[in-house]
Structures are given as structure tokens and as C-alpha cells.
């Protein structure tokens, strides 16, 4: 392959730059961006299958509220005395479900792992801006995981005031145990996540900015590193807001002031605060929880992009389309917050004006998943366990942000806001999809992390049981919110008119059990091929991009000799005239004549006349689309 | 090399499989064995449960049974608990049985796993091996998952969909119901078209033997057009959207005015309800001056608050305007009415106003929907606590006579009691204010 770096210069790097690895250095305290991306993603993992432990349990509660489950007692205790669990712990667990799978999983799992992958070296960098800020974006994240989990161990539990911990519940300790001491642990431990995003995105912002190789200007970047460096900034403008509203809770907790706290009577005791506004908390933490929808979900179509391009053998269909929408995500997601608030009793005029820019964000989200379906059309489509991932992840985006014009219209939230509509929603739109983007990413790049490939098999097993049983769970959720059924309730047998819902609780408790079990034949494929899978190529899926340039075997600095310069864009695949059907991006034009098109020189018209000279030459006509 | 892997394979997994149904078959057995012990313990408990009712039958008359009755209620009390105490080692064994069920489960995947690899080994080895094989039965199970999953949406919308839809017996509900039913058509062609394309491009577009891509990066027109239609699909939505949610939420001063008020209160685990009596306004409350008697924390100086009345369900005549006043004694609940098209969350701090008119009474409903126990129900739907998933109100909805007849049934909140405590608490304070003033 014409991409194979010659390592004339390996001796020369490896000589300055020789230093002893250690265990600890190596594996533990890394500083590099590979290895960083590892950990990141196997620490997502276990957060991942953690929270769905947690989510299985609360929804064996909902399908059989009236039973008792022994069992449930050996491993929650108290928790589930006789085997019932109790409302407390289930809004625990429900509360922990969501922190766990939003920040852990799907912020940093995702996009800490692929952006530390792939930001270096689809850019053709050594590594980072700066390896130790990396490595201590890492730490905190692991150190806020730690502290997370340990919150089960406390006396009182943890929190469970709702993943959105609305004070006054969250602030006020005896209007829920979970308010206390879990919730003083649920703030630092997100308070350290937060430190960790902004050290990651630092890093990702000023790597993308600056240390792209040569040749690799900004229009030549693969979809993937756009929507990493625009998740970036959405992160480091919105999470730092969090830190606002999360300290200042603090203080409401701990010190005694009153932000968010004013005229309060909890259970019969007349608290002092005096002054402050729970809807000020509302504002600011969705002021980064609907940003932080988007750090979910665009890390997610970049990976997906990529892997549908690669996969169709074909260009992703309007790249700048696919930028310019990405943007428009971007900027759109700071200036619709308040569709959360519609019935908070924020002021209805300012509902109004949310609503006009939530519905107006549909149309970069509609023509992305246009693009997509006309990548495909007319593609040579190879289907890759990721490739089915990357469709799968199209399906959920698309049903699953349809629905949003039904919620992000005010007047129809008012029915359905805090349902199990938004539940299905917001399943289907950001955690079903993120969650298949992350899973198309692991499968297509796992050769680059481990050097070794995953089991195709298991990989289709896998897929197809998570996509049926995701649809068989999240689908009837929108009749249940449609009906009125709030979500958050430990049980459906207060009211009449919700029993008819049971029959299908238990559908859906089924297919997550299912689907939940389905997650060990990712897990058994995943671990064990980093030791037994089948060695990898350099480049097992014919693609185009920098990341396929390198060794297989992972070195310091990523390519032994000097790094590739790029000389055209990463999608040139089934390009007519070439002889095979990708084009890698460090393949300069003067290799492949007699595939160019006008439209690649960019008006250099030195390179159009040699161009069209050797056209002359070789008879070659081409035809102007 | 490679048979000499498969063979190591093979054998691992027939010992998995051995192992596996060695420690299934017993396990069988002993939840056969469980079972009959079960049920054993079940007869056994129904006979006690018959000496008692036994026992119990003469205790009427003969008190010296009712004291041996006591003794074996008792005996039963203190042979109760002593289980509940120690989990039932059963509980363990159908733990292991679930676990040996989903080993064995995981052992037939791998064995169907190997049966295929080895089944593809020899198709290569004879030379028949199609490369594509696998890329088109996967691409014909997105076509088969095309079919379910339409089906399984037509499903959905037939079944669950008539089990949750009730026509808004509100007037801005049925305009918000017309608005729902024109988004839902608009999204069900959406999905639907979408999902025909993602499914059956990979089947039509397979990669095959001698197939190649069409080069095809951009073609400005159909992306302009794909971003101008949704836009203008949007922008009637947002227009649609934005004036019911103006009519809804904006009502003119003079209507407000005109309207019945009614205050609810929400806290932990239960609503108040309180009607502004003859002069038809709500006295002020303060928290402050919460008492386990004034539990309200109603302003008895202000003298509107005298005739408030305390409902114990909300009954609201039909056909009449009604405006809520939403408040909350301690954390954030949530006001919502699904059948009335409904919703304002009660803030701690600050009064939620949400006016509509119902059209529809309890009994035209409950014809309606052939059930003569039907009720509207208020419930909360923002996660306060334990007891959020049972935190409700009764709605009635009734005749504007059946609604006054109601009223003048109900109980004021300045209870002779309340009275009572509100002077004494007054004397008080101007013996204070008379002993300050000495000072």
C-alpha cells in the first residue's frame, strides 16, 4: 500500500526520545493519548454495564410491583427488605441510572475515548497539546466514578432526587435520604467530572486548532474530528455552568444560604431561607443539560459518518452540509435550554420564544439524517458489525428526534412533559443512538486500539439483539406518556387508569433483561479478543483516513518516520478512474491521474494544466457533473 | 493449524456443555423437589389457616378458646418473622439455576457459532465459498426487521395508541389534541418513508461480487431541498405551536377576573384544596405561620382568608372558566391533568396560574367511556419523594347546581378550634406588644 510510512527516520525518533517505561507509566499514570483512550473507554464500560444493572433492577420493580424477590434482599439489604424494594431506593437507583449513563457513559466514555483516539491521530499528531492535562482529564474522571459508586455504601443512600436534581428536594435532606449525604457525594463527584471535561476539552480544542499535519487545513478534516472539536466547545462554554449551579447548591446545603430555597415548610418545620428561586437552579443546569444532549450525540454522528462513508465505499453524501448542520447544532444548542421549563412557571412569553428555537434546531438534525440516507443510495455496502451499529444508530436518531417536535412544541408539552414520552424520547434519541454510535465506533476502530479484531459473529448477534430489544423497550414508552403516565412512579398501582400499563411493563422489563444479557456477548468479544482476537492489519476496512497510516503495534508517537502530509480529503472512496476504491488522504494527486477531477485543485491552475495535459496524453475525458 | 484450533474448541465447549448439564439435571430435580415442598408448606398453612378460622369461630362464645386462638395467632406471629429473617436457601438455588440456564444458553450460541465457522471452513475448502454471503444475509435481515418493525409500529398506534388516547374534555385541549394529531401524521410519513430508505438501501445496495459505488459527494440542489422543506413543515408547526400556547397561556386580565379561582397546595404526599368562599377571593397565606393546626399556613389577619373553603376533591362546574392558583408548602410537585390537557409544576415561592374550562362532566365521561367508575384524576409529576407515585386528587366535574350544592357541604379552614388558637396567639401578641411598650 502506497500509505505505508518507510521508517527511515524511526531510529532517529526512538533515540531521542528512548525512556523507561514502567508498568505504572505505562499502563496506570499514561500520558499517552492511545492509552488514554483506553482507559477512558474500559471505564466507560463498566459504568455502562453498572447502570444498566441498575436500570434492570427498577424496571423488575415496575413489571412486578407486587411480588417479592428474595434475592433482591442478599444483594440490596436494607434496601429491599422481604425482597421489596423500596420507593426511596428505586428513585435512587433511577437517579444514579441516568447520571451514570449521561455523564460517565456517554460524555466521557464517548467522547474521552475517541477523542483522545482519534483527534491525534486522524490529524497526524504525535499526541496531544498537552499528554498531562490528558492524563489528569482521565484521573478526575475516574476519581468522580469512584466517589459515584461509593455513594451506595452510605447510611443514607444516594441520591435520588432525579438525574436533574432540581433543588428543593435535592438541597432539603429530610424531604428524601437520598438528599443527604449521597447527594453531598453526588456534587463532588460531578464536580470533579466537570474539572475532567474541561482539562479534556482544552486539550481537544487546542489539538484541533494547532497541531494538525501538514496539508490537513480545516475543510480537509474527517467528519469525526468536527463533531469531536465542536462537542469540545459545547462542553468547555456549557459545563462550567454546571459548576455554577452545583456550587452554589452547595452552599444552599452546607452553609446555609438561599439560592434556590424561599418560603419552605418541610415536613412541618419552617425552614429559615428566605429569598432565593428553584427555577434559578432549572436555568442554569439546563443551561448545560441541553448542550450536554448534544456533547452526547455529536461525537456519536461524526463516529457514524465515518463508518457509513467508509462502509457504503462511497463519499458521505454533502460533506459541508454535514459541517455546516454540525455548526448549526452547535450554536442552536445554547438557545433552547428552556424548553425543560415550559411548565415551571417560567414566563410563557419566554416559553414561546424557546419553542421557536428548539423547533428550529429539527433542520440541521433532518438533513443530517438525509445525508446519511443518500450516502447509502447507490452505495457498494459492505455490512461490518459497525456498519450495522451506524445504521441502527440513524434508525434511533431519526425515530427518536421525531418526536421531539411533539415536546419541543410548548403547547403540546404540557401534556406530556415529565411522561414516559420524553422517557422514550430521549431513549431512543440520545442514549439509544449515542450509545450505537459508541458501539459502532468500538467495533470499526477497535484493530487501531488493541491491534486485533473483534468477532464479526458476535458483533451481529450483539447488534440485532440490542436493536430489537431497545425498540421493544423504548417504542410503547410513548403510549404509556400519552396516556399520562409520569415517569419517576415506583409503581403503577396507585391510579386506575394505569394498570392497563402493567401488561406491558412486563414486555418491556423482558426485552431489557434480554437485551441487558446481549451486552455479554459484547463483553466476552470485547475482552477477549484484546488477547485472543485475529491480528489486524494496518488497514482492515480500506479506509482512507491518517489513523490507518500508523503501525499496528502501537509506538510512542504514533508513526515511526515523519507524519504523512495530507493532500486531499478523507472521502475519496470509489472515486472513478482509480483502480482501487479508496483513496487514503496522504496519497497525493500526482499518483492517482487518472482519478482527479477539476473540482480537486481548488483553482490551483498549475495543477490544472499539468492535469489536463496528462488527460491529452492518456485520451482521458472527463464529464462535468 | 486451523483444524488443530477447532479441535481444541470443540472439545472445550462439549466440556462446557457436559459440565453445564451435569449441573443442570440436579438443579432440575431440586426445583422439582422445591416445588413439592412448596406446595406442602402452602397445605400446611391453609390447614392452620383453617384451625384458626376454627378457633376462631367459637371464640364468640367461649373465651377460653379465644385464649388459645390468641396462643396460636401468637405462635404463628413468632414463627412468622423467623423466616423473613434467614433468605430461604431456595432463593440461592434459583439463582444458580438462572445462571446455569444462561450458561447453557451462552454454550448453544457458541456451539451454533462453531457449527457456522466450521460449515464456512469446508464450503472454502471445496471452493465454494461465497465471500458476499453473509454481507447479503444481513442485508436481507434489515429487510425482515423493515417488516416487523412497520408492523410492529402499526401495532403500536392500533393497539397502545387506542388504549391511551381520551379525547381532551377541556376547550384548549381539543385545540391541542387537533395540533398533536396533525404533528403525529406528519412524523408517522416521516418515519415511515425514512425507515423504507435506511432498510432497503442496504439490501438494494448490497456490496456484491462486481458491484462498485456511485461517486456522488454533493449535489447542492436536493440538499437545498431537504433543507427548505423540513423548515417550512417547521416553521407552520412553530406558528401552529406558538399561538394555542399564547391562547393557552396568556388570558386576557378581564377573564381572569371572571373566572372561579380555585388554590391548590402541594406537599409531601398530598394536595390541599382551598375555594375562596362567598366573596369569591383567596385570603393571603404565609408560611410562617404554619401550625399542626393551620397546616395550610393561612393568614387568618387578612379577613378574605375567613370563609376560604377546604374541599377534599376538586369540583369544578362545567362549561366555566376556572382559574388554578398553583403554590407548594415545601418542594417542587407538579400539577397536571392528563385527561384536561393540564400541567404547572408548584413552586415553592411563587404561585403557578393555569385557567381552563372543563366541557365534559364525570358522569358524561363515564358514559363515554363505558365505565361507571371512571374519574379524572390529578396527579403529581415531578419526582418529590417516596411517596410521588401516589400523590393524587379527585376531579369531579358536575352541573353548575350540583356544584353549588356541593359547595355549601364543605368545611371552612377557620375552624372554631383554628379561632381559637388565632385569638389566643393575638392576646398574646398585644400583651407582648402592651409589656414592650412598658418597657
Request: proline share 5%; hydrophobic share 45%; glycine share 6%.
Amino acid at each position: 500500500m502506497s500509505s505505508t510510512v518507510i521508517s527511515h527516520g524511526a531510529a532517529h525518533h526512538d533515540a531521542h526520545d528512548h525512556h523507561h517505561e514502567t508498568f505504572l507509566t505505562k499502563y496506570i499514570f499514561s500520558q499517552d493519548h492511545k492509552m488514554i483512550a483506553k482507559q477512558f473507554l474500559i471505564t466507560g464500560i463498566v459504568m455502562a454495564v453498572f447502570a444498566m444493572v441498575l436500570s434492570i433492577l427498577f424496571r423488575i420493580q415496575l413489571a412486578w410491583p407486587e411480588k417479592d424477590f428474595p434475592i433482591l434482599e442478599i444483594f440490596l439489604g436494607k434496601w429491599a427488605e422481604g425482597g421489596r424494594m423500596k420507593p426511596e431506593f428505586f428513585l435512587s437507583l433511577v437517579t444514579i441510572h441516568g447520571t451514570m449513563m449521561v455523564f460517565f457513559v456517554l460524555t466521557a466514555g464517548l467522547s474521552g475515548t475517541f477523542s483522545n483516539l482519534l483527534i491525534p491521530y486522524q490529524l497526524g499528531a504525535r499526541d496531544m497539546a498537552s499528554p498531562l492535562m490528558n492524563m489528569l482529564s482521565y484521573w478526575f474522571f475516574f476519581v468522580a466514578c469512584v466517589i459515584m459508586v461509593a455513594s451506595f455504601f452510605v447510611e443514607s443512600g444516594p441520591a435520588a432526587a432525579g438525574w436533574t436534581i432540581y433543588p428543593p428536594l435535592s438541597a432539603v435532606p429530610t424531604s428524601i435520604p437520598g438528599s443527604g449525604l449521597g447527594m453531598t457525594l453526588w456534587l463532588v463527584s460531578m464536580t470533579l467530572f466537570i474539572a475532567s471535561q474541561v482539562l479534556g476539552g482544552v486539550n481537544y480544542v487546542s489539538t484541533v486548532l494547532n497541531m494538525r499535519t501538514k496539508g490537513m487545513d480545516l475543510w480537509k478534516m474527517p467528519l469525526t474530528i468536527w463533531a469531536f472539536f465542536l462537542t469540545a466547545i459545547v462542553g468547555l462554554l456549557s459545563f462550567p455552568v454546571l459548576v455554577s449551579a452545583v456550587v452554589l447548591l452547595f452552599f444552599d446545603r452546607s452553609v446555609g444560604t438561599s439560592f434556590y430555597l424561599s418560603d419552605l415548610v418541610v415536613q412541618g418545620q419552617i425552614l429559615p431561607n428566605e429569598g432565593g428561586s428553584p427555577i434559578l437552579f432549572q436555568h442554569l443546569f439546563w443551561f448545560l443539560g441541553h448542550p450536554e444532549v448534544y456533547i452526547v450525540v455529536m461525537p456519536a454522528l461524526g463516529l457514524t459518518s465515518e463508518v457509513i462513508s467508509t462502509n457504503s465505499r462511497k463519499p458521505i453524501f454533502g460533506y459541508h452540509a454535514m459541517v455546516y448542520s454540525l455548526v448549526g447544532i452547535t450554536v442552536l444548542s445554547f438557545i433552547v435550554w428552556g424548553h425543560h421549563m415550559f411548565v415551571t412557571g417560567m414566563n410563557p412569553f419566554l416559553g414561546g420564544v424557546f419553542m421557536i428555537t428548539t423547533l428550529i434546531i429539527a433542520v440541521p438534525s433532518a438533513v443530517k439524517a438525509f445525508n446519511y440516507i443518500a450516502t447509502l443510495w447507490r452505495g457498494n455496502i459492505r455490512f461490518t458489525p459497525a456498519m450495522m451499529f451506524a445504521i441502527g444508530m440513524v434508525s434511533f436518531f431519526v425515530s427518536g428526534g421525531l418526536t421531539g417536535l411533539y415536546l419541543g412544541n410548548a403547547a403540546l408539552d404540557i401534556n406530556l412533559h415529565d411522561t414516559y414520552f420524553v422517557v422514550a424520547h430521549f431513549h431512543l434519541v440520545m442514549g439509544s443512538a449515542s450509545i450505537f454510535g459508541m458501539l459502532c465506533g468500538v467495533y470499526h476502530w477497535y484493530p487501531k486500539m488493541f491491534g486485533r479484531m473483534m468477532d464479526t459473529k458476535l458483533g451481529y448477534l450483539h447488534f440485532w439483539l440490542t436493536f430489537i430489544g431497545a425498540y421493544l423497550v423504548f417504542f410503547p414508552m410513548h403510549f404509556m406518556g400519552i396516556d399520562g403516565v409520569p415517569r419517576r412512579y415506583y409503581a403503577f398501582t396507585a391510579f386506575p387508569f394505569m394498570e392497563k400499563w402493567v401488561s406491558v411493563n412486563m414486555l418491556i422489563t423482558w426485552a431489557a433483561i434480554i437485551a441487558g444479557l446481549a451486552q455479554v456477548a459484547f463483553l466476552w468479544n470485547f475482552f477477549s479478543s484484546i488477547w485472543k482476537g485475529k491480528k489486524a492489519t494496518q488497514n482492515p476496512w480500506n479506509a482512507n483516513t491518517l489513523e490507518w497510516t500508523t503501525p499496528v503495534e502501537h509506538i510512542h508517537g504514533n508513526w515511526p518516520g515523519e507524519i504523512p502530509t495530507v493532500y486531499r480529503w478523507p472521502y475519496d472512496y470509489s472515486k472513478p478512474g482509480h483502480d482501487t476504491d479508496f483513496i487514503p488522504q496522504d496519497v497525493p494527486f500526482s499518483e492517482t491521474m487518472s482519478s482527479n477531477l477539476p473540482h480537486d485543485f481548488e483553482g490551483n491552475e498549475e495543477a490544472i494544466r499539468i492535469q489536463n495535459e496528462w488527460n491529452k496524453a492518456n485520451n482521458r475525458e472527463i464529464i462535468e457533473k | 493449524m486451523k483444524f488443530k484450533i477447532n479441535n481444541r474448541f470443540k472439545a472445550a465447549l462439549g466440556c462446557l456443555l457436559a459440565v453445564g448439564l451435569l449441573f443442570s439435571t440436579p438443579s432440575f430435580a431440586l426445583q422439582q423437589d422445591s416445588t413439592a415442598q412448596d406446595t406442602a408448606v402452602s397445605m400446611t398453612a391453609d390447614t392452620a389457616a383453617a384451625a384458626d378460622t376454627a378457633a376462631a369461630a367459637p371464640a364468640a362464645t367461649d373465651s377460653v378458646s379465644t385464649v388459645s386462638a390468641a396462643g396460636a395467632t401468637a405462635a404463628t406471629a413468632t414463627a412468622t418473622p423467623e423466616p423473613e429473617k434467614q433468605i430461604d436457601p431456595q432463593v440461592y438455588k434459583n439463582m444458580t439455576y438462572y445462571i446455569l440456564l444462561f450458561l447453557i444458553v451462552c454454550t448453544i450460541v457458541a456451539v451454533i457459532g462453531k457449527v457456522l465457522s466450521i460449515y464456512e471452513l469446508t464450503k472454502r475448502m471445496n471452493g465454494k465459498y461465497n465471500p458476499f454471503a453473509n454481507n447479503t444475509f444481513q442485508s436481507v435481515l434489515f429487510i425482515i426487521f423493515l417488516v416487523a418493525f412497520l408492523a410492529f409500529v402499526y401495532y403500536g398506534y392500533a393497539v397502545w395508541g387506542s388504549w391511551a388516547w381520551r379525547d381532551a374534555v377541556t376547550e384548549h385541549g381539543q385545540r391541542i389534541d387537533t395540533m398533536f394529531i396533525v404533528t403525529t401524521v406528519i412524523i408517522t410519513v416521516v418515519l415511515v418513508l425514512v425507515h423504507l430508505l435506511l432498510f432497503t438501501f442496504p439490501y438494494i445496495y448490497r456490496m456484491r461480487a462486481k458491484t462498485k459505488a456511485y461517486y456522488y459527494p454533493h449535489n447542492d440542489t436536493i440538499e437545498k431541498i431537504w433543507t427548505i422543506v423540513p423548515a417550512i413543515v417547521l416553521t407552520v408547526l412553530v406558528l401552529f405551536g406558538f399561538f394555542t400556547w399564547r391562547s393557552i397561556t396568556n388570558v386576557p386580565e378581564d377573564l381572569q377576573k371572571s373566572a372561579l379561582q380555585v388554590e391548590v397546595l402541594g406537599e409531601q404526599f398530598q394536595w390541599q384544596v382551598r375555594y375562596p368562599g362567598a366573596d369569591g377571593v383567596i385570603g393571603k397565606r404565609n408560611y410562617k405561620m404554619t401550625t399542626p393546626m393551620n397546616s395550610y399556613g393561612i393568614d387568618f389577619n387578612d379577613k378574605n382568608a375567613w370563609d376560604d373553603i377546604q374541599a377534599s376533591d376538586i369540583v369544578l362546574p362545567v362549561n366555566k372558566s376556572v382559574r388554578f392558583h398553583i403554590i407548594s408548602k415545601d418542594i417542587i410537585h407538579s400539577f397536571y391533568i392528563p385527561d384536561f390537557r393540564v400541567q404547572i409544576n408548584a413552586v415553592p415561592g411563587m404561585t403557578n396560574y393555569f385557567q381552563f374550562t372543563p366541557t365534559v362532566t364525570t358522569e358524561e365521561m363515564r358514559e363515554r367511556m363505558n365505565d361507571p367508575k371512571y374519574d379524572y384524576v390529578m396527579l403529581c409529576n415531578k419526582i418529590c419523594g417516596s411517596g410521588h407515585f401516589n400523590m393524587q386528587k379527585k376531579v369531579v366535574v358536575v352541573t353548575e347546581e350540583e356544584y353549588k350544592e356541593w359547595l355549601s357541604t364543605q368545611n371552612k379552614y377557620f375552624t372554631e378550634d383554628l379561632q381559637k388558637e388565632f385569638t389566643a396567639v393575638d392576646s398574646k401578641d398585644s400583651k407582648e406588644l402592651a409589656t414592650a411598650s412598658l418597657n
